[in-house]
């Protein structure tokens, strides 16, 4: 059985700090490197080493983690060391755009290295446990090389070639997951108006969110209508919740509460309706949010 081969972890905010953890538990040699060098000083005592440049970080392992703000951090970070880049693999966990990520894979190449998009799908704590999962997109063959090192984070979930692929889906998800909080937020501002207090409001809505997915398995899938682009008719037709859209609305405008979220919202049906969509499902909706 091979040795856990070394790898090194650039930024260590608490995503970064976790990884970084997560393979020193495996066994692996960790070398990291982060702009306040404090930072790293609970990792040091727990095994790592920390390089005194990006450079020698970069040249410490053949596979670089990057976890940082985004990937404007990384030409930073990374500027000075160029020249160790070659024969590299580059793991980018950071977030940032599809096409941000394509432009920094070609950037990579010019410069000899690998590059690998991840995104970490889980909370930093969770990072290195049986939950955790990652996209990942780019070359089959060098997420083949190192997937051993990367599945000690969590489980890889490959997507193809295309560096960008892995950016989208995790912006896609995180899509879903700020609206809602979001949605959760305007909710409590608006039962608030009412003197309904936020830590009795909370737990009942939360009853609210744990019956989505039931709502969204119910006959025919959401995904299956949308890819068929066929809507069939249920209660929630788009009729039925564009009138609740516009109540909301209306209550939030009387209440005096921000109506930017609720207004949106009700723009999608709107639209859907103008189009004809009327009495199809719900779903109907994303046609309008293709073509705006």
């Known amino acids: 059985m091979s040795s856990p081969l070394p790898v090194t972890v650039i930024g260590l905010g608490p995503m970064g700090q976790a990884m ?11 070398t990291v490197w982060n702009r306040t060098p404090s930072r ?26 990057v976890s940082l703000t985004d990937y404007e951090a990384m030409y930073d970070v990374l500027a000075h060391a160029t020249a160790a880049l070659a024969g590299t693999t580059i793991a980018n966990l950071s977030s940032d755009t599809p096409d941000r990520t394509r432009e ?9 290295a690998s590059f690998l998009t ?21 070359p089959r063959e060098v997420l083949t090389t190192h997937r051993a090192t990367l599945e000690r984070i969590g489980t890889l979930r490959y997507l193809g070639d295309d ?35 936020a830590s009795d409001f909370v737990p009942e809505v939360m009853e609210t969110l744990a019956g989505v997915p039931a709502m969204l398995s119910t006959g025919e899938s959401v995904g299956e209508q949308i ?18 859209a516009s109540h909301i609305l ?15 919202v009700k723009a ?4 859907a309706l103008a189009d004809g969509h009327g009495g199809d499902n719900w779903t109907s909706i994303v046609e309008g949010i293709r073509a705006p």
Not at 104 to 112: D, I, K, Y
Not at 119 to 125: C, E, L, Y
Not at 268 to 271: K, L, N, Q, S
């Open 163 to 197: 560096p960008g692929l892995a950016q989208l889906m995790y912006q896609a998800h995180l899509d879903v997951f700020l609206t809602a909080l979001s949605g959760l937020a305007h909710a409590t501002a608006l039962v608030g108006t009412a003197g309904v207090k």
């Open 227 to 244: 890819d068929a682009r066929s809507y069939p008719g249920t209660l929630s037709t788009a009729a039925m919740m564009g009138a609740t």
């Open 104 to 112: 920094a894979a070609a950037w990579a190449g010019e410069h000899g």
């Open 250 to 264: 209306t209550a939030s405008e009387s209440a005096g509460i921000e109506s930017g979220l609720p207004r949106a």
């Open 40 to 65: 790293a000083d609970p990792l040091v005592d727990a095994g790592a080493a920390l390089a005194a440049t990006a450079a020698e970080a970069v040249a410490a392992s053949r596979l670089v983690v």
């Open 268 to 271: 999608h049906y709107d639209r």
């Open 20 to 30: 970084t953890r997560a393979f020193l538990a495996a066994g692996h040699p960790v």
């Open 118 to 138: 991840g995104g970490v799908m889980v909370p930093a704590p969770m990072v290195g446990t049986e939950e955790a999962y990652i996209y990942v997109s780019g």
